[in-house]
């Protein structure tokens, strides 16, 4: 799958965005090593902390159904420059795969793509993590 098309399937997933306190909608759609797109939007909460983003939810999704690798991921949203994920996905996003391409685009096409790694310098990972 080329990048186009992860962009146009992170594009349908923003359409399901829960946002009614932000108004900021996001999709993401993550591919696996396998090929299967799995997809997510942010869905929000009125106790903000438990509030999902779009790329924790399409990483959820996949990991439930037995996916661990993932080569890529699509973020959109409606946002001035390419939508990066926040601190917490990035984190999260690095745990399976920080090499992984990571393509930020928003709703006029604007896009960048880096690696996890690159979006997370001196990131804690399983490493960094006591041996039991």
């Not at 999902?52 to 973020?75: L, M, N, P, T």
Request: aromatic share 6%; net charge negative.
């Amino acid at each position: 799958m080329d990048d186009k098309d992860l962009i146009a399937h992170a594009k349908d997933a923003r359409e399901h965005a829960y946002a009614p306190y932000s108004r900021f909608k996001v999709g993401a759609a993550l591919q696996g090593r396998s090929g299967k797109v799995y997809t997510g939007c942010n869905v929000e909460n009125a106790s903000y902390p438990a509030g999902i983003c779009a790329e924790r939810c399409a990483v959820g999704k996949a990991v439930s159904e037995g996916e661990r690798e993932f080569s890529a991921i699509a973020v959109v949203g409606d946002s001035e420059g390419p939508c990066a994920p926040c601190g917490i996905c990035r984190q999260v996003l690095l745990e399976f795969n920080p090499a992984m391409r990571v393509i930020m685009t928003n709703l006029e096409g604007d896009t960048r793509i880096l690696a996890v790694s690159e979006l997370l310098p001196g990131a804690f990972g399983k490493a960094d993590l006591p041996n039991e």
